[in-house]
């Protein structure tokens, strides 16, 4: 091995224990301060993403929960917007949450916000040019690059609607797992509840298959059947939910997310 | 490697240009829009807004979205700087190809007046530690800075700028001193400095370091923007160490050694970072202030901005 890697390696190892380090790595005070950095930057990395997690779990709890979660899971991409994602599932499994595991579906909704953010734009598809194309299995339509559907495990509609107009969260609705689409046009992002069926077509479509297939395939009686999947081509496209495949940049395509 | 004269070559960037002594802030998002306010405001008057701005590469790299669509208008009014914080050039295990073309692809939609990274590392098998970690200065990480950094200058088609450290610690396996290690990979890769003047005052200051000698042996033609920032003092620890928290003015000691500094090269760009208690524009730009206040005071006599 270098001489180099493993020194590296040694080095993130330190990085992880305050137990005394090797000599050659440095003295002590001064690898507390670069311990210190790594954890504070990651830490305040998820604050900033999850404010409303943040304000559910109580910050201590968050607090604990953050450095023990950057301590195991640090980011594998250095743009810091994209951490977070295993959170999710941390509140998922947490032993001391075992009853206020809807917590996980706030932080879903709180990805899915950030994600579409900084998502591509793109024209969305709409009823008009659906109804204009002559042969739907030569057409491609995608979830529009700044949308993602997310599923939530429990009624948090009103708990995720006091929280953005800034007041104390409630109790959790009568309903229960469903369906969220999170999208942003423009400079806004909204967040929709929608039917299972339309959160079905949306996953279909995100397997970039012709969309005249598509609607065969689910239109059968024993799927979706013609009236439940005309209920959720038309939520999709209501809420600008699709995208002409032509219009979609390459990139996006590597970046966008289907279910989450 | 690449010899220098074929960096000097290179393409370089169409984009504005800096004028002397330009003196730029760091671009945050919750000031934007004040920003492009003040560009569309200025009017060539001094003094209302920044000469350029800094922004960090990494919280760019997006494939849209509104934060994108207002870096791409402060563009068209301001003078930019990249700045990236990810890149890890001191990597044993090399850069991240995927990183690399993040990189490339900013730099190519913005045109910067400058493109800048580090003498430091950050990753290690696919994970990134989010801090400028210190490089050993032996044989083989000169090895890898200098091909990582051609390699960086190959993909983006210009030079860049390495920053010089902020040091926490004291490497008793150096063979290098930092001064001869920078030498070094400026003359193999042809890259210039970022002198980073708070960096230099912090690792002179923690590591018992000579000030005057190191500022003797910077080749200061290399050199192509000057970093100011707070900093603080833990004295918590012993001994008490300076961190480079960029969370408050640049101190006096600072800016005594700008002083110095600047007389080497008058006419580069000078960035003030405040990432930390990150003030309203206006105090900001009451450093941008004092930062001119320091260069007159340098240069009112001697004339030699003129």
């Known amino acids: ?260 | 490697m690449l010899p220098s004269r074929s960096i000097h070559s290179m393409h370089q960037p169409s984009g504005p240009v800096l004028g002397k002594g330009a003196i730029g802030i760091g671009l945050k998002y919750q000031h934007a829009e004040a920003l492009l306010e003040r560009a569309l405001q200025a009017d060539g008057q001094p003094g209302s807004a920044p000469d350029f701005l800094e922004l960090h590469a990494e919280n760019y790299m997006n494939a849209g979205g509104p934060v994108q669509d207002q870096l791409v208008e402060l563009a068209r009014h301001y003078p930019l700087s990249v700045h990236g914080v990810g890149l890890s050039l001191g990597s044993a295990e090399g850069i991240d190809s995927f990183h690399l073309e993040r990189l490339n692809t900013l730099v190519e939609s913005l045109s910067p007046a400058l493109v800048s990274e580090h003498l430091a590392w950050s990753r290690l098998k696919g994970q990134s530690y989010n801090d400028l970690l210190p490089v050993p200065l032996i044989q083989e990480s000169l090895e890898i800075m200098c091909a990582n950094v051609d390699r960086v200058q190959q993909r983006l088609g210009r030079q860049i700028l390495v920053e010089n450290p902020s040091l926490y610690i004291r490497l008793d396996i150096n063979t290098f001193s930092e001064t001869d290690f920078l030498n070094l990979m400026v003359e193999r890769t042809g890259c210039g400095l970022l002198f980073d003047v708070n960096n230099a005052f912090i690792s002179a200051s923690n590591m018992g370091r000579d000030l005057s000698a190191y500022l003797n042996e910077i080749p200061w033609h290399a050199v192509g923007e000057w970093h100011l920032a707070g900093h603080s003092r833990d004295t918590q620890a012993s001994p008490a160490l300076y961190i480079d928290d960029h969370g408050s003015p640049v101190k006096d000691a600072v800016w005594q050694l700008y002083q110095r500094a600047i007389r080497q090269r008058p006419e580069l760009p000078t960035l003030i970072e405040w990432d930390n208690n990150v003030p309203d524009l206006e105090r900001w730009m009451e450093e941008v202030t004092l930062a001119h206040h320091h260069r007159h005071r340098v240069f009112s006599t001697a004339g030699a901005l003129s």
């Not at chain 1, 311990?35 to 109580?58: C, D, K, M, Q, Y």
């Not at chain 1, 109804?131 to 057409?139: A, G, I, N, V």
């Not at chain 1, 429990?154 to 969220?180: C, F, R, S």
């Open chain 1, 1 to 260: 091995m270098s001489m180099l890697l493993d020194w590296q390696q040694r080095f993130i190892a330190a990085m992880r224990t305050s137990e005394r380090a090797d000599a050659d790595l440095g003295q002590d005070n001064g690898l507390k301060v670069y311990r210190n950095n790594i954890r504070h930057s990651l830490v305040e990395a998820l604050e900033i993403a999850f404010p409303h997690t943040r304000a559910l779990l109580g910050e201590r709890f968050f607090s604990a929960l953050a450095n023990d979660y950057v301590t195991i899971d640090p980011p594998r991409d250095p743009r810091l917007n994209r951490y977070g994602e295993g959170l999710i599932n941390r509140l998922d499994y947490h032993p001391a949450l075992e009853n206020y595991r809807f917590v996980a579906d706030i932080c879903r909704l709180e990805r899915a916000r950030l994600d579409v953010s900084h998502a591509d734009d793109a024209i969305s598809f709409d009823a008009l040019q659906l109804s204009q194309h002559e042969d739907l299995h030569e057409l491609y339509v995608l979830p529009h690059p700044a949308s993602r559907c997310v599923r939530c495990r429990h009624d948090v509609a009103e708990i995720w609607d006091v929280m953005e107009q800034g007041q104390k969260a409630t109790a959790l609705g009568p309903n229960g797992p469903g369906y969220w689409l999170v999208i942003r046009r423009q400079r806004k992002v909204s967040f929709h509840r929608i039917n299972d069926n339309s959160a079905s077509l949306y996953g279909i479509l995100s397997m970039a298959l012709p969309l005249g297939a598509t609607l065969d395939m689910l239109s059968d009686p024993s799927d979706m059947g013609p009236e439940a999947l005309g209920l959720a081509l038309g939520e999709l496209l209501g809420l600008g939910a699709l995208a002409y495949a032509p219009d979609y940049q390459t990139s996006s395509l590597k970046d966008s997310g289907t279910l989450l």
